[in-house]
């Protein structure tokens, strides 16, 4: 079965400064994916970034990027120069293995980050 | 935006009621995935549907129920309905190619919110 722990009480951070929300995991397939999810009040999931199981350097889009620790099953993903529109909930998600029958998403409980100006 | 629609955007119903939630996918998508979302949780998997068959499902009782049609759009089916089906319902859609390959993103819509009276 798989699991990922997110165990941050809400985040506070500076408008223009960096921030890392931790996310850990848990699996017994040899191939998985990792995904960090943006969540505003709206309700609306919306994608950030994605860290296959098998790649070989950490992901990076634009401002976030994924501090991948395979060993210790870690999955942290950095903001760097907040800004405030960036408050919102985040969700950590693993999908695997990448040959399974469905491509279900498991979630952590989320992080909520307030970003103050 | 992602191009997933779901309607309706709010809805109130009574226990012991029946309901039902729908989701336009993202053209060429042919996977719809349904989470529900309790209260400062993490979604939670329902199931899927790949090309108008369930493919996996989640720790739901049978009173969850599903449809995907020829145009890949879906329908969530809750009977009975139980207090504690209150809740955010996200559906996902993405392409998936049926064999071992790349993960392929989930867009979400935004949410359909059932509270049960």
């Known amino acids: 079965a798989q699991k990922i722990t997110q165990t941050q009480p809400g985040m506070f951070v500076q408008e223009k400064e960096a921030v890392t929300l931790d996310c850990t995991y848990d699996t017994s397939d040899p191939s998985y994916g990792l995904f960090w999810y943006k969540q505003p009040s709206s309700g609306e999931m919306i994608f950030l970034i994605y860290q296959g199981s098998y790649d070989q350097q950490n992901a990076t889009e634009g401002r976030y990027s994924l501090n991948f620790q395979k060993a210790r099953k870690s999955a942290n993903l950095v903001i760097s120069a907040s800004q405030l529109g960036d408050s919102a909930m985040y969700f950590c998600a693993m999908r695997g293995p990448i040959t399974g029958a469905n491509s279900k998403l498991t979630f952590g409980k989320g992080i909520t980050l307030s970003v103050r100006p | 935006e992602t191009g997933v629609t779901q309607s309706p955007t709010h809805l109130i119903k009574t226990r012991g009621q029946q309901v039902t939630l729908r989701c336009s996918s993202q053209?060429?998508?042919?996977?719809v995935s349904w989470y529900q979302q309790a209260l400062g949780q993490g979604p939670q998997f329902i199931f899927q549907y790949y090309r108008e068959e369930e493919n996996g499902r989640g720790n739901f009782p049978p009173r969850f129920s599903g449809l995907q049609f020829p145009n890949y759009s879906s329908e969530l089916n809750v009977n009975a309905l139980e207090l504690d089906d209150s809740a955010l319902y996200l559906c996902?859609?993405?392409?998936?190619?049926?064999?071992?390959?790349?993960?392929?993103?989930?867009?979400f819509g935004p949410g359909t919110r059932l509270t049960v009276l």
């Open positions: 053209s060429g998508h042919n996977t």
């Open positions: 996902a859609s993405s392409w998936e190619p049926g064999l071992a390959g790349s993960y392929n993103e989930q867009f």
